[in-house]
T-cell receptor, first 113, second 113 residues
Framework: AQSVTQLGSHVSVSEGALVLLRCNYS??????LFWYVQYPNQGLQLLLK??????LVKGINGFEAEFKKSETSFHLTKPSAHMSDAAEYFC???????????FGKGTKLTVNP | KAGVTQTPRYLIKTRGQQVTLSCSPI?????VSWYQQTPGQGLQFLFE???????NKGNFPGRFSGRQFSNSRSEMNVSTLELGDSALYLC????????????FGPGTRLTVT
């Protein structure tokens, strides 16, 4: 069965600092991987996705993620945090041929001025 | 293009009652998925519909059901509500086949008292 582990339920960074949110996945077949962001009282917004093309994926709002098969990881990064990045971030995996997403528990990002 | 819409946004029900939630996908999207989000269990997949047929189902009791209409709009129903059904219910739509990029609605916040 597929699973996703997000290390750190809470991450705090200073404005302008590097953002690194960790995600490890488990899948028996080549996966599709996603990062979503959720602002308070809102649904999920897709940041970026990996679908077996380039291993370094660029998304919206300056975020990017690198797929590392040997480490089964798909960590999310942003060089310089902005106050507006404060939100909860979810990593998700799906198998080819399935719409079903399996989500990690989420990481709440706080950005300090 | 309008996003995914969900109605109602907020709902308060009493234990034992039933409830129906509605989801209108993005125009042209034929796949609709439902997720339950709770603080304890996180985001969990309920089911997915494509062309009025349920293609995938998560591990939820039979009290949770859904359907999809010919215009791709979807409804989910929960019968005999329990306190533990209090959650944010999220609907997502996709073109299905487009690398499974799913677009989420704002959710329906269900409170069971």
């Amino acid at each position: 069965a597929q699973s996703v582990t997000q290390l750190g339920s809470h991450v705090s960074v200073s404005e302008g600092a590097l953002v690194l949110l960790r995600c490890n996945y488990s899948s028996s077949v080549p996966p599709y991987l996603f990062w979503y962001v959720q602002y308070p009282n809102q649904g999920l917004q897709l940041l970026l996705k990996y679908t077996s093309a380039a291993t370094l994926v660029k998304g919206i709002n300056g975020f990017e993620a690198e797929f590392k098969k040997s480490e089964t990881s798909f960590h999310l990064t942003k060089p310089s945090a902005h106050m507006s990045d404060a939100a909860e971030y979810f990593c998700a995996v799906s198998e080819s041929g399935s719409e079903k997403l399996v989500f990690g528990k989420g990481t709440k990002l706080t950005v300090n001025p | 293009k309008a996003g995914v819409t969900q109605t109602p946004r907020y709902l308060i029900k009493t234990r034992g009652q039933q409830v129906t939630l509605s989801c209108s996908p993005i125009s042209g999207h034929r796949s609709v998925s439902w997720y339950q989000q709770t603080p304890g269990q996180g985001l969990q997949f309920l089911f997915e519909y494509f062309s009025e047929t349920q293609r995938n189902k998560g591990n939820f009791p039979g009290r949770f059901s859904g359907r999809q209409f010919s215009n791709s709009r979807s409804e989910m129903n929960v019968s005999t509500l329990e306190l533990g059904d209090s959650a944010l219910y999220l609907c997502a739509s996709s073109l299905a086949g487009q690398a499974y990029e799913q677009y989420f609605g704002p959710g329906t916040r269900l409170t069971v008292t």
